[in-house]
């Protein structure tokens, strides 16, 4: 009886989980309830590397879209999904308290690329610097958020200090916070923190200013699927941000970076925070150069943002801001702000090959880049100095190894070379320059060979550069150190040969030299990369470690030996001591205690 009860038991448990298995499928069926984080649009995840913010500027229109791995897309037609991996769920670190305590898990997609996520970064590489005026800007403005979160968060930063132990906070909702820029060209990514599962929808404002002056702008939506699953947007329901609790009641500048510390690549970026900012006010900003007393006006900088690029020759300056009334009278003035700039280590050595020794004027040049050794890092970009000109300049939309250019007759004699940057966009890596022949070129000015009187030195060695030139034209000598496009120039000579120290700093440099007449270059010569042997200074040091060493250790000795001479006497002297009070001949306790008996 018991087994026949047992039997139908089993088979009524049987036909229960077939309904509920033809159930669930038909529920899987069903429109209605079909969970669809992405609502009709391409998610891109795991691997893809999605510039989310992407402006381009076509005659005077002005429009943000996304520029993704299948080419530029409208940005309502794609949604940016972070799953939960091993990667991406972790628990916040110090410096993140705005967020969360620590150890709090969340959502992230870091700013270097974690292939099992999305990976996320903004480019103004759609963009040319000869059609703006000034910097482009990317406004937070609010967000929209579907899911389970009461009090759902996210943030924009990235690691900051020389370090890299800090926290830089570009977007953070509820604090001060609240946007990024850059210049034409530039490309960046960074840390996008979430602390809950769920469908985000972030809007921004982008703004920029025409080379004529124009105001353009574009509002633009940017889509994040956080989790494995997540509402399909119907239900999103806008977010209230708290108020700033980092809100300052003076004229304060905050850098965009931790502490005020850039790389070489980078935009060393300072903003202007005035709680009493009037509609008509302007901003003068001042530098004091190191060692400096005196500080000069910048009269390129006017508004609540201080751009320039963060070179070597800028560390150590401090920086200040005043804002101007429409009276045109000063209404407060700022505390100074120092500015540290650093170049970072090379990672790997840059090579640049062309695919021809030379070019006919309409060919299209190919050059390719190699690292060696390889790295997993490939933003490049490209950068070209036509003869005449004192500076090199960013060739537009470059970003990979291989770099094609269309060949014009002025571009015989012309230098290119290619950097290697990090997801921070700060340069790992650049190229010896590379000059390019042009058939019946038409350069600006002509060109003659520089050399060395030897192929690397050490830090604080003199070597000599020489001018391969035929009259003693007066010559004046610059360098442009790696990763900076501008040639500084070396006081204290100015025949054809220069002879000058070797800092740490110019591993990798181009010494050129120049003639003019008056301000016009008429021919020029460059040295394309200087070798600085890095380690000299610490072998210096160690081969005179080395050599106090040989005399520290025979005195070492000589004292080791008067201690145990002087350590043998004491025993003696007290074992005499010891017969003379018990009598000649006497054994000692110990001799007494080591006899044996049978």
Same mark, same amino acid.
């Given at each position: 009886?018991?087994?026949?009860?047992?039997?139908?038991?089993?088979?009524?448990?049987?036909?229960?989980?077939?309904?509920?298995?033809?159930?669930?499928?038909?529920?899987?069926?069903?429109?209605?309830?079909?969970?669809?984080?992405?609502?009709?649009?391409?998610?891109?995840?795991?691997?893809?590397?999605?510039?989310?913010?992407?402006?381009?500027?076509?005659?005077?229109?002005?429009?943000?879209?996304?520029?993704?791995?299948?080419?530029?897309?409208?940005?309502?037609?794609?949604?940016?999904?972070?799953?939960?991996?091993?990667?991406?769920?972790?628990?916040?670190?110090?410096?993140?308290?705005?967020?969360?305590?620590?150890?709090?898990?969340?959502?992230?997609?870091?700013?270097?690329?974690?292939?099992?996520?999305?990976?996320?970064?903004?480019?103004?590489?759609?963009?040319?610097?000869?059609?703006?005026?000034?910097?482009?800007?990317?406004?937070?403005?609010?967000?929209?958020?579907?899911?389970?979160?009461?009090?759902?968060?996210?943030?924009?930063?990235?690691?900051?200090?020389?370090?890299?132990?800090?926290?830089?906070?570009?977007?953070?909702?509820?604090?001060?916070?609240?946007?990024?820029?850059?210049?034409?060209?530039?490309?960046?990514?960074?840390?996008?923190?979430?602390?809950?599962?769920?469908?985000?929808?972030?809007?921004?404002?982008?703004?920029?200013?025409?080379?004529?002056?124009?105001?353009?702008?574009?509002?633009?939506?940017?889509?994040?699927?956080?989790?494995?699953?997540?509402?399909?947007?119907?239900?999103?329901?806008?977010?209230?941000?708290?108020?700033?609790?980092?809100?300052?009641?003076?004229?304060?500048?905050?850098?965009?970076?931790?502490?005020?510390?850039?790389?070489?690549?980078?935009?060393?970026?300072?903003?202007?925070?005035?709680?009493?900012?009037?509609?008509?006010?302007?901003?003068?900003?001042?530098?004091?150069?190191?060692?400096?007393?005196?500080?000069?006006?910048?009269?390129?900088?006017?508004?609540?943002?201080?751009?320039?690029?963060?070179?070597?020759?800028?560390?150590?300056?401090?920086?200040?801001?005043?804002?101007?009334?429409?009276?045109?009278?000063?209404?407060?003035?700022?505390?100074?702000?120092?500015?540290?700039?650093?170049?970072?280590?090379?990672?790997?050595?840059?090579?640049?090959?062309?695919?021809?020794?030379?070019?006919?004027?309409?060919?299209?040049?190919?050059?390719?880049?190699?690292?060696?050794?390889?790295?997993?890092?490939?933003?490049?970009?490209?950068?070209?100095?036509?003869?005449?000109?004192?500076?090199?300049?960013?060739?537009?939309?470059?970003?990979?190894?291989?770099?094609?250019?269309?060949?014009?007759?002025?571009?015989?004699?012309?230098?290119?070379?290619?950097?290697?940057?990090?997801?921070?966009?700060?340069?790992?890596?650049?190229?010896?320059?590379?000059?390019?022949?042009?058939?019946?070129?038409?350069?600006?000015?002509?060109?003659?060979?520089?050399?060395?009187?030897?192929?690397?030195?050490?830090?604080?060695?003199?070597?000599?550069?020489?001018?391969?030139?035929?009259?003693?034209?007066?010559?004046?000598?610059?360098?442009?150190?790696?990763?900076?496009?501008?040639?500084?120039?070396?006081?204290?000579?100015?025949?054809?040969?220069?002879?000058?120290?070797?800092?740490?700093?110019?591993?990798?440099?181009? #010494?050129?030299? $120049? !003639? %003019?007449?008056?301000?016009? /270059?008429?021919? @020029?010569?460059?040295?394309? +990369?200087?070798?600085? *042997?890095?380690?000299?200074?610490?072998?210096?040091?160690?081969?005179?470690?080395?050599?106090?060493?040989?005399?520290?250790?025979?005195?070492?000795?000589?004292?080791?030996?008067?201690?145990?001479?002087?350590? #043998?006497?004491? $025993? !003696? %002297?007290?074992?005499?001591? /010891?017969?003379? @009070?018990?009598?000649?001949? +006497?054994?000692?306790? *110990?001799?007494?205690?080591?006899?044996?008996?049978?």
């Amino acid at each position: 009886m018991r087994q026949t009860t047992t039997a139908r038991s089993r088979a009524k448990v049987a036909v229960l989980a077939l309904f509920i298995s033809i159930a669930i499928s038909l529920l899987q069926l069903t429109p209605a309830m079909a969970i669809d984080p992405a609502a009709g649009r391409t998610v891109l995840g795991a691997g893809a590397h999605v510039d989310a913010i992407y402006p381009q500027l076509t005659g005077k229109k002005f429009e943000v879209k996304s520029l993704t791995p299948d080419g530029v897309k409208d940005t309502d037609k794609i949604a940016l999904h972070i799953p939960t991996t091993k990667t991406s769920h972790v628990g916040l670190p110090e410096g993140y308290e705005f967020l969360g305590k620590k150890g709090t898990k969340a959502w992230v997609s870091t700013e270097a690329q974690d292939k099992s996520v999305v990976w996320p970064g903004w480019s103004f590489e759609g963009l040319e610097s000869k059609d703006l005026k000034g910097t482009i800007k990317i406004n937070y403005k609010n967000f929209s958020y579907a899911g389970d979160s009461a009090s759902p968060r996210f943030a924009v930063t990235q690691p900051g200090g020389f370090d890299g132990k800090k926290v830089t906070p570009l977007i953070v909702p509820g604090t001060t916070h609240t946007g990024v820029s850059g210049e034409a060209g530039a490309h960046t990514h960074a840390t996008w923190t979430f602390t809950a599962a769920g469908t985000y929808d972030i809007n921004f404002g982008v703004e920029a200013e025409l080379a004529d002056g124009t105001p353009v702008a574009d509002d633009v939506t940017v889509r994040f699927i956080v989790g494995e699953t997540g509402d399909n947007g119907e239900n999103l329901e806008a977010q209230k941000d708290p108020q700033p609790s980092d809100a300052v009641d003076k004229l304060t500048i905050e850098p965009a970076k931790a502490d005020a510390e850039y790389f070489t690549g980078q935009d060393a970026d300072l903003n202007a925070v005035a709680p009493g900012a009037r509609k008509g006010d302007s901003y003068r900003w001042f530098t004091t150069a190191p060692g400096e007393s005196k500080a000069v006006k910048d009269p390129e900088q006017n508004t609540e943002e201080f751009s320039t690029k963060a070179i070597r020759a800028l560390d150590g300056t401090k920086v200040h801001v005043e804002r101007v009334g429409a009276d045109g009278k000063v209404v407060e003035r700022s505390e100074p702000v120092t500015i540290g700039t650093r170049a970072k280590t090379p990672t790997t050595s840059l090579s640049v090959k062309p695919d021809k020794r030379s070019y006919h004027a309409g060919e299209t040049a190919t050059f390719s880049s190699t690292q060696t050794p390889k790295t997993e890092d490939e933003h490049y970009h490209w950068y070209l100095k036509l003869p005449g000109q004192d500076e090199y300049e960013w060739i537009p939309e470059s970003r990979r190894a291989e770099q094609s250019l269309k060949i014009t007759p002025e571009m015989d004699g012309a230098l290119i070379t290619a950097r290697l940057f990090n997801a921070d966009h700060a340069i790992l890596a650049e190229a010896p320059v590379q000059q390019i022949s042009v058939d019946g070129g038409e350069a600006a000015a002509d060109s003659f060979k520089v050399s060395s009187n030897q192929k690397s030195a050490k830090a604080g060695q003199k070597v000599s550069f020489t001018a391969d030139l035929p009259s003693d034209d007066k010559v004046e000598w610059s360098v442009r150190k790696q990763g900076e496009n501008v040639c500084a120039p070396i006081k204290g000579s100015t025949g054809k040969t220069l002879s000058t120290e070797m800092g740490k700093d110019w591993d990798g440099a181009e #010494v050129r030299a $120049v !003639v %003019r007449n008056g301000k016009t /270059v008429i021919s @020029e010569g460059s040295f394309p +990369a200087v070798s600085v *042997d890095q380690a000299s200074e610490a072998a210096a040091s160690s081969e005179q470690e080395a050599t106090s060493s040989t005399w520290i250790l025979p005195v070492g000795i000589v004292v080791a030996v008067i201690i145990i001479a002087g350590a #043998v006497i004491l $025993v !003696v %002297r007290r074992r005499a001591s /010891v017969r003379k @009070e018990t009598g000649s001949g +006497a054994g000692t306790p *110990d001799d007494t205690d080591t006899t044996t008996k049978d």
